[in-house]
């Protein structure tokens, strides 16, 4: 198994930044690629972002791009999100997903793990 936890996620006003962070431990943290979905109130769970066991490959929402930037560090087993120029419609909580593949995917079934999530508000 594969836990991961969210942090970073707070109150922010439009056009503000924020970071969140994925940590992940249990077992060895390897050749998994790692994505960032979003939970919007009486919504569904959306795809924000993915990106490659290397971090060679990345891959977008076209409501975040140019916006948003996933990366990772390996070494510390940690998936980021840089989150700049928030607007209102970015408020949700946001999930960091891993998947037993090498490759990222948009499809919400194509994780196996999940953190609880962290809130992130932009107010107007």
């Known amino acids: 198994q594969v836990q991961l936890v969210e942090s970073g996620g707070g109150l922010v006003q439009a056009g503000g930044s924020l970071r969140l962070s994925c940590a992940a431990s249990g077992r060895t943290f390897s050749g998994q690629a790692m994505g960032w979905f979003r939970q919007a109130p009486a919504k569904e769970r959306e795809f924000v972002a993915t990106?490659?066991?290397?971090?060679?490959?990345?891959y977008y929402a076209d409501s975040v791009k140019g916006r948003f930037t996933i990366s990772r560090d390996n070494a510390k087993n940690t998936v980021y999100l840089q989150m700049n120029s928030l607007k209102p419609e970015d408020t949700a909580v946001y999930y960091c997903?891993?998947?037993?593949?090498?490759?990222?995917?948009?499809?919400?079934?194509?994780?196996?793990?999940w953190g609880q999530g962290t809130q992130v508000t932009v107010s107007s």
């Open positions: 997903a891993a998947r037993d593949s090498t490759w990222g995917t948009f499809e919400l079934k194509g994780y196996d793990y």
């Open positions: 990106i490659s066991w290397t971090g060679r490959n990345t």
